[in-house]
């Protein structure tokens, strides 16, 4: 089975694996590890169930998206299905046998970028909640652009004070 995880501004990843599970999540212990803040630490699974891949959300926090509906429970998988995780577009690839032995080489599609599962408000499905224990990271400040702002305000300043001197003197 092959599954391509498309990142919004890298190259195309592609998990290969022949097991009975492949497990999606933030954390690194997840089968495919995809760091992203749409991606829950335990996301969602891969499970051949009967001779049929089968999708499952794991309760994820910003949802599962199955050919663009979200699903709940298990659904089966087919070839060319576009899985979304959170914010993260894949698709889910069942090699025939042949295929199997053939050397890998990787075709990259252009993904479908009209597509974002509930978008809201910086870019996060509605209802997203970050999980991370630690304090989201602080917007960085040009210290450059206050300094060129300081002294320009500083010259525009000086030169005021230079006309109110030449105007009363």
């Given amino acids: 089975m092959r599954l391509t995880v498309y990142f919004p501004d890298d190259n195309p990843a592609i998990h290969n694996w022949t097991g009975e ?8 212990d997840n089968d495919v590890s995809i760091d992203d803040d749409s991606i829950s630490s335990r996301h969602a699974e891969i ?21 663009r509906e979200q699903i709940t429970g ?3 998988l087919g070839e060319g299905d576009e899985i979304y ?9 069942e090699p025939s046998g042949a295929e199997m032995d053939e050397p890998e080489v990787a075709v990259v599609a ?4 009209d597509f ?3 978008a809201g408000e910086g870019g996060h499905p509605d209802g997203f909640r970050p999980l991370s224990p630690l304090p989201p990271e ?8 206050l300094a060129a702002w300081g002294s320009l305000g500083l010259g525009v300043a000086a030169a005021l004070y230079a006309l109110v001197v030449v105007a009363t003197s």
């Fill in 110 to 113: 252009t993904p479908d970028l």
């Fill in 47 to 67: 499970s051949g169930v009967e001779g049929a891949m089968v999708l499952r959300d794991l309760d994820s926090t910003n949802g599962t998206f199955l050919n």
């Fill in 138 to 145: 602080a917007k960085k400040r040009d210290t450059l652009a």
């Fill in 74 to 76: 298990e659904h089966p």
């Fill in 116 to 118: 974002v599962p509930d």
């Fill in 21 to 28: 599970s492949l497990s999606i999540g933030r954390l690194a």
């Fill in 85 to 93: 995780f959170g914010g993260i577009r894949t698709v889910f690839m």
